[in-house]
């Protein structure tokens, strides 16, 4: 069993088989979605983060969770009540950021899985789950009761910080994620030192858990084993994250006769340019993140309209003469009208 201390003294983290578990001397004040005991403020001396082991399914699990966090919780060998959680990703993998002020000092504890990475606010199917990002913040210090649950939302905003300094994506429509579709959280105080009105982003106390829980969301992620990401990915992937893999631009750009070749070929050209031209590639992925811009109305009016701009920008790189250029038009191609424009501008200017 492996223990780690938390900020505060008598706080302490700890790993057993397949529980994450935070564990005080004494009783501490929480706010929390989690989905056994949480909900409103409740009293508790042990914050628990269950993983899913091999012989529960999705399914099973979610025929009745509490049997399984329950069974979890037993394996501390402590009799008491809890604060518990439940996720598919590797509790091991767990990411702790600990900082403090003259005021207060708080501990941050993420997991994550980002397998179900989603964007609030749009459709979802809902499908067998495999990771979600569980979040345990504990503050050593006296936050009121409206105090903590601004913290638990200061919290949640660093949380999706975290995820688009990544630029995680939602695997439902590509859209920048806000989170996971089982996302749980727990917020919890000592108690201890003179009462904290305040725990906004700008408040001391929100700025530590702002702080803390941006960098231990971060790590998590980058270290989960289930949906991780790197900074550092392809492009070529990046771009599958958005919902433009190199089969559907192939795809779609074998619409434009102007090209002369099938989606096969056109498969094989963006694979390799993509890969080995780092100029290319660059081009390709700024002209997907100013097509974004595009869609949501964001590009200044000055910059004019997106076919025609589309077809300067490749043009211009590929050192075309712009005013002498034809505009193309590609009604039947389904992608980003400044995107196709740039693809199709690079693909007849090089050789394939």
Same mark, same amino acid.
């Given at each position: 069993?492996?223990?780690?201390?938390?900020?505060?003294?008598?706080?302490?983290?700890?790993? &057993?088989?397949?529980?994450?578990?935070?564990?005080?001397?004494?009783?501490?004040?929480?706010?929390?979605?989690?989905?056994?005991?949480?909900?409103?403020?409740? $009293?508790? &001396?042990?914050?628990?983060?269950?993983?899913?082991?091999?012989?529960?399914?999705?399914?099973?699990?979610?025929?009745?969770?509490?049997?399984?966090?329950?069974?979890?919780?037993?394996?501390? !060998? @402590?009799?008491?009540?809890?604060?518990?959680?439940?996720?598919?990703?590797?509790?091991?993998?767990?990411?702790?950021?600990?900082?403090?002020?003259?005021?207060?000092?708080?501990?941050?504890?993420?997991?994550?899985?980002?397998?179900?990475?989603?964007?609030?606010?749009?459709?979802?199917?809902?499908?067998?789950?495999?990771?979600?990002?569980?979040?345990?913040?504990?503050?050593?210090?006296?936050?009121?009761?409206?105090?903590?649950?601004?913290?638990?939302?200061?919290?949640?905003?660093?949380?999706?910080?975290?995820?688009?300094?990544?630029?995680?994506?939602?695997?439902?429509?590509?859209?920048?994620?806000?989170?996971?579709?089982?996302?749980?959280?727990?917020?919890?105080?000592? !108690?201890?030192?003179?009462?904290?009105?305040?725990?906004?982003?700008?408040? &001391?106390?929100?700025?530590?858990?702002?702080?803390?829980?941006?960098?231990?969301?971060?790590?998590?992620?980058?270290?989960?084993?289930?949906?991780?990401?790197?900074?550092?990915?392809?492009?070529?992937?990046? #771009?599958?994250?958005?919902?433009?893999?190199?089969?559907? #631009?192939?795809?779609?750009?074998?619409? @434009?006769?102007?090209?002369?070749?099938?989606?096969?070929?056109?498969?094989?050209?963006?694979?390799? $340019?993509?890969?080995?031209?780092?100029?290319?590639?660059?081009?390709?992925?700024?002209?997907?993140?100013?097509?974004?811009?595009?869609?949501?109305?964001?590009?200044?009016?000055?910059?004019?309209?997106?076919?025609?701009?589309?077809? !300067?920008?490749?043009?211009?790189?590929?050192?075309?003469?712009?005013?002498?250029?034809?505009?193309?038009?590609?009604? !039947?191609?389904?992608?980003?009208?400044?995107?196709?424009?740039?693809? @199709?501008?690079?693909?007849?200017?090089?050789?394939?």
């Amino acid at each position: 069993m492996e223990q780690l201390e938390l900020v505060g003294n008598g706080v302490k983290l700890t790993l &057993k088989e397949n529980v994450l578990a935070v564990i005080s001397d004494a009783a501490l004040n929480t706010v929390s979605s989690a989905i056994h005991n949480g909900g409103g403020l409740k $009293k508790t &001396k042990i914050i628990i983060n269950a993983q899913v082991t091999d012989e529960y399914g999705d399914r099973h699990l979610h025929d009745d969770p509490d049997a399984f966090i329950v069974k979890s919780f037993q394996k501390l !060998g @402590v009799n008491d009540s809890f604060v518990g959680m439940v996720t598919y990703a590797n509790i091991a993998d767990f990411a702790l950021v600990s900082k403090r002020d003259d005021a207060a000092a708080v501990s941050v504890v993420a997991t994550a899985g980002c397998t179900h990475a989603e964007s609030s606010g749009e459709k979802i199917e809902l499908q067998p789950i495999e990771g979600t990002i569980n979040i345990i913040v504990v503050i050593d210090g006296h936050p009121d009761e409206a105090c903590l649950v601004s913290c638990l939302i200061t919290a949640t905003e660093a949380k999706t910080a975290a995820l688009r300094e990544l630029d995680l994506r939602s695997r439902y429509s590509g859209f920048e994620a806000t989170g996971t579709v089982t996302d749980a959280m727990v917020v919890a105080e000592t !108690g201890r030192g003179s009462p904290i009105a305040y725990g906004g982003p700008s408040s &001391k106390l929100g700025q530590l858990v702002g702080s803390c829980t941006r960098q231990a969301v971060k790590e998590a992620v980058m270290r989960s084993k289930i949906g991780g990401f790197v900074p550092q990915r392809s492009v070529t992937l990046r #771009l599958a994250e958005r919902h433009l893999s190199v089969k559907k #631009l192939a795809l779609e750009l074998s619409k @434009v006769k102007s090209l002369h070749a099938d989606a096969k070929t056109l498969s094989d050209v963006l694979t390799k $340019k993509l890969a080995e031209e780092p100029l290319f590639a660059s081009v390709v992925f700024a002209a997907v993140k100013l097509s974004d811009d595009f869609e949501r109305g964001l590009v200044p009016a000055h910059l004019g309209e997106v076919n025609l701009l589309g077809k !300067g920008f490749a043009d211009l790189l590929s050192k075309n003469d712009c005013a002498k250029s034809q505009l193309d038009t590609y009604d !039947g191609v389904d992608l980003p009208p400044f995107l196709v424009q740039v693809l @199709v501008g690079l693909l007849k200017n090089s050789p394939y």
